[in-house]
T-cell receptor
Framework: DAGVIQSPRHEVTEMGQEVTLRCKPISGHNSLFWYRQTMMRGLELLIYFNNNVPIDDSGMPEDRFSAKMPNASFSTLKIQPSEPRDSAVYFC??????????????FGPGTRLLVL | AQTVTQSQPEMSVQEAETVTLSCTYDTSESDYYLFWYKQPPSRQMILVIRQEAYKQQNATENRFSVNFQKAAKSFSLKISDSQLGDAAMYFCAYQQGGSEKLVFGKGMKLTVNP
């Protein structure tokens, strides 16, 4: 089975430009998560969706960040305008919908973003 | 808010030896789950092992086992017969019962020496 797919794997852009990161979750998974990893702050949850609906976006740093999930097999994380401090590795993860207990999150390979 | 602390930023171990990675967490909840994830140089986050707080028995997965001390809020990972492929960043993570949110520690870099 294909795992979580993220694109692009690397992105270099200039400050002020729009950046769009893409994620395809594992088929059949109904929960999708976006994380950001930096040296200073470690791995942080930005937002997550259940059944394509955003549930918690309290981790989104500011209005420059937005995320969408138009269907069960695709999500985007957009930064507009981008700033150098947005440079990080962005991970997408998916899991089966949690009914009770917990469900393991499976991570994609990440997108390394560098904003110059 | 729950926090996860990995106090050792780096460790090293000789191949075939055993190493223990420490993790402590802070929570007032009784229902939660704990995880260890591995991040090799490829950056992929890979689940190593997980533990339900209500289970007294420590989880094991082949060469990986945990020492879960609920009262002490400690969740250490033991790697037996260390292999070169175990070299990676290791992250401890906490998930509160009833929530999908994972809270990660800052990670620890493990080096395996041949």
């Amino acid at each position: 089975d294909a795992g979580v797919i993220q694109s692009p794997r690397h992105e270099v852009t200039e400050m002020g430009q729009e950046v769009t990161l893409r994620c395809k979750p594992i088929s059949g998974h109904n929960s999708l998560f976006w994380y950001r990893q930096t040296m200073m702050r470690g791995l942080e949850l930005l937002i997550y969706f259940n059944n394509n609906v955003p549930i918690d976006d309290s981790g989104m740093p500011e209005d420059r960040f937005s995320a969408k999930m138009p269907n069960a097999s695709f999500s985007t994380l957009k930064i507009q305008p981008s700033e150098p401090r947005d440079s990080a590795v962005y991970f997408c993860a998916s899991s089966p919908l949690r009914v009770q207990g917990f469900e393991t999150q499976y991570f994609g390979p990440g997108t390394r973003l560098l904003v110059l | 808010a729950q926090t996860v602390t990995q106090s050792q930023p780096e460790m090293s171990v000789q191949e075939a030896e055993t190493v223990t990675l420490s993790c402590t967490y802070d929570t007032s909840e009784s229902d939660y789950y704990l995880f260890w994830y591995k991040q090799p140089p490829s950056r992929q986050m890979i689940l190593v092992i997980r533990q339900e707080a209500y289970k007294q028995q420590n989880a094991t997965e082949n060469r990986f086992s945990v020492n879960f001390q609920k009262a002490a809020k400690s969740f250490s990972l033991k790697i037996s017969d260390s292999q070169l492929g175990d070299a990676a960043m290791y992250f401890c993570a906490y998930q509160q019962g009833g929530s999908e949110k994972l809270v990660f520690g800052k990670g620890m870099k493990l080096t395996v020496n041949p």
